[in-house]
């Protein structure tokens, strides 16, 4: 791709609720040049900053990996959970081992989870299923296959639905099996941006930072906001943000290290991809 011009940034928000605590906070107006907001499901924003559409935005972690060349981590910041997340979900009507050798139906919304499955399917379970990318509508998804993976806001909406079917949380089976956290999503930046306009991902990084501790302090928001847009009791809501990080610490980067290790095993990625997070030095340099 050319290198984006730099008129107006443009910054990808998840559409799910997972990401409301660190973007409720987060207003593109105040960052001192001009700048926008993109909301997409996650597999949109991974084609966007791949393609230079946008410059900055929280991704699939799988789809970082794929395009690590162009991109670079931004600090401090991550979906992730160890153990249950609650929506991250395959509902299926036999058992794991038998769904290993059937048929499943993948939402076309994400990228993360549906490799998760493929790993946890192939590497705990030893099977390998026969795979079809669909629109995340659990019904039809489950007359076409035996088991349906759901993310986001999709995924709360079906498990409170008496669908009958058994539920497997895709975090919890990661965690129990490696004893790792698992990163869903991370906030990344173009290269070229990175380069050419640190000030810029200075900024933004920093209004992200602020805004997640807003979040933190400030939970009952996000929870009402949540109870409005979709029903779901105050517990849920407080139990689903508890369960949730948006940290991208120690634990969460190597618990992204072992998801890429088995990926690249499976020959779902191409190569070993390394960690690379943005630092300011080059602007706190300048600031001296
Ligand atoms: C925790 C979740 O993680 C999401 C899953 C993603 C994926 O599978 O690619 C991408 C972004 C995350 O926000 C969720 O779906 O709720």
């Not at 946008?54 to 670079?72: G, N, R």
């Not at 993360?112 to 039809?140: C, E, F, H, Q, W």
């Not at 999503?185 to 992200?208: G, I, K, N, T």
């Amino acid at each position: 791709m050319t290198s984006m011009t730099t008129d107006i940034i443009r910054i990808g928000r998840i559409e799910y609720t997972n990401v409301w605590p660190v973007f409720q906070q987060f207003d593109p107006q105040r960052l001192g040049f001009p700048a926008e907001l993109v909301t997409q499901v996650p597999a949109e924003l991974n084609r966007r900053i791949q393609e230079g559409a946008i410059d900055i935005a929280a991704i699939s972690s799988y789809a970082y990996a794929q395009a690590a060349d162009d991109l670079l981590l931004l600090p401090g910041l991550s979906v992730s959970a160890y153990g249950r997340v609650r929506s991250v979900l395959l509902f299926h009507r036999k058992p794991l081992a038998e769904v290993a050798s059937g048929t499943v139906a993948l939402t076309r919304s994400s990228a993360t989870s549906v490799n998760l499955l493929k790993i946890i399917l192939a590497k705990r379970y030893g099977g390998s299923p026969s795979y079809v990318t669909m629109k995340p509508d659990l019904d039809r998804m489950m007359s076409s296959a035996d088991a349906a993976l759901l993310i986001g806001d999709d995924a709360i909406k079906a498990s409170w639905a008496n669908t009958g079917y058994e539920v497997t949380d895709l975090a919890s089976e990661w965690t129990s099996w490696t004893g790792h956290w698992m990163t869903f999503a991370v906030w990344a930046v173009r290269r070229s941006l990175a380069e050419s306009r640190p000030d810029m991902v200075s900024a933004v990084v920093r209004a992200f930072q602020e805004s997640k501790e807003k979040g933190r302090r400030n939970r009952s928001a996000v929870v009402n906001q949540a109870m409005s847009a979709f029903g779901g009791t105050e517990a849920y809501w407080n139990e689903y943000f508890d369960g949730l990080s948006h940290d991208f610490g120690a634990g969460q980067q190597a618990g992204l290290a072992a998801y890429l290790r088995y990926a690249r095993e499976l020959g779902l990625l191409e190569r070993d991809v390394p960690l690379r997070i943005w630092n300011d030095t080059t602007v706190a340099q300048v600031n001296e």
